[in-house]
């Protein structure tokens, strides 16, 4: 059963709605652990979800200084196939998605005044139409880690609506690529 019936009503009821929320989760998520794995496999050890860093992020790596995110293209808002914004309470949706980028921006903003690097994995990276092979995305990451000198960048899927690939240096702040 899908949540629309094509003319924006929810055909769920709030306490069917309320169940299907409740079971989305922040941590452990399949794109996180497909990460964490790959990594693990490269020789990567790395802290989960350090609640004293801004942002919560998922992999910490203290001793290089580098963290990353592992951000699902929906609660993110990312500009690809695997985002389309809900037929259903668009207002809210609009405005919590819009809250979830400023807090994205200011984590990651925090995060390298602290001195860290960052790198987002964004899941169309992972999975749909335009996802690269596994391999690949855990390659660039090692590459980006081993890369003291690595600015904040991040991965996602091929083909972008920009047209890029792999690994790329960007204001996350802004969404535009560094020049």
Not at 9 to 32: A, F, H
Not at 65 to 80: E, K, L, M, P
Not at 147 to 154: F, I, L, N, R, Y
Request: with cysteine; proline share 4%; charged share 30%.
């Amino acid at each position: 059963m899908t949540a629309c019936d094509g003319r924006g009503v929810d055909v769920l009821t709030p306490t069917q709605r309320s169940l299907c929320m409740s079971r989305i989760r922040g941590r452990d998520t399949k794109p996180e652990m497909l990460i964490r794995r790959g990594l693990f496999a490269r020789g990567f050890r790395y802290r989960l979800h350090d609640g004293t860093l801004p942002g919560r992020p998922d992999l910490v790596f203290p001793a290089r200084r580098a963290v990353i995110f592992v951000h699902g293209c929906f609660w993110h808002a990312h500009d690809c196939a695997l985002f389309t914004l809900p037929a259903t309470r668009r207002e809210f949706w609009e405005n919590k998605l819009r809250a979830n980028r400023e807090r994205d921006a200011s984590a990651i903003t925090a995060l390298e005044q602290g001195g860290w690097r960052v790198l987002v994995i964004w899941e169309c990276a992972l999975k749909g139409r335009m996802k690269r092979s596994f391999d690949e995305v855990f390659d660039e990451c090692a590459c980006w880690l081993a890369d003291s000198g690595a600015e904040t960048a991040e991965i996602q899927g091929s083909g972008q609506a920009d047209g890029s690939h792999g690994v790329e240096p960007t204001s996350i702040t802004d969404g535009r690529k560094r020049q």
